[in-house]
């Protein structure tokens, strides 16, 4: 049986739906990256919530190990030295698919060059 869903209220966006929008930027394990300052982290039991406050998106993260790596982004000059200073090494694939989603739904962003310098 076919159920057919009337679209949500707001478009795809306010659905959840992943729809692109022009600020994401492709995700570059090189390049500086930080939480999103329209975002909040909540620490959960099974993780974290995250919440942008801007698109009213949630992410779960169920693996503290990432957590503490979105977490830290702001601290290393690339993701990539983040993951390395987690002491990720054979799982790195799935880490840097994590945080693909992530910049995707823009709740980590990259850092500008004037953000590193302060």
Known sequence: MTVAHAPAPGGPVAAGADAPTDDVVPFDPDAAWSINPRVAVRPEPFGALLYHFGTRKLSFLKN???????????????????????????????????LDALARSGMIVPVTDQEQQT
């Open 64 to 98: 503290l190990v990432v957590v503490d790596v979105v977490r830290s982004l702001h601290e290393h000059p690339s993701a990539a030295a983040a993951l390395d200073a987690a002491g990720i090494a054979a799982d790195r694939p799935l880490y840097l698919s994590a």
